[in-house]
């Protein structure tokens, strides 16, 4: 997990939104899209960033791809920010 690539993925509000959707249930990326004003092509380039920073993770059903959060991020990010905030209160 690179936190760097995390927070860059998390810095776009569209990102942080399909985060949201996938926090619910899993979803296609068709799924994803019809909750968007956006085409296709740019809901996959915003998953492919999330799945470069490991924050989604994708399984082939079929001719589908079904996209789900990867909560063990989170919990590391979690984690770090954590230990982060706990060195500060030391000093």
């Given amino acids: 997990m690179s936190a760097t690539l995390v927070f860059k993925a998390l810095a776009d509000p569209t990102r942080r939104a399909i985060i949201d959707l996938l926090k619910e249930q899993d979803m296609t990326a068709g ?50 920010m954590m230990n982060v905030s706990g060195k500060e209160n030391e000093k």
């Fill in 31 to 80: 799924d994803i899209a019809e909750q968007f004003n956006m085409k296709k092509p740019s809901i996959s380039h915003h998953l492919s960033t999330l799945q470069t920073a490991e924050l989604v993770l994708s399984e082939r059903n079929g001719q589908h791809i079904i996209y789900s959060l990867n909560t063990t991020v989170f919990q590391d990010i979690m984690m770090w």
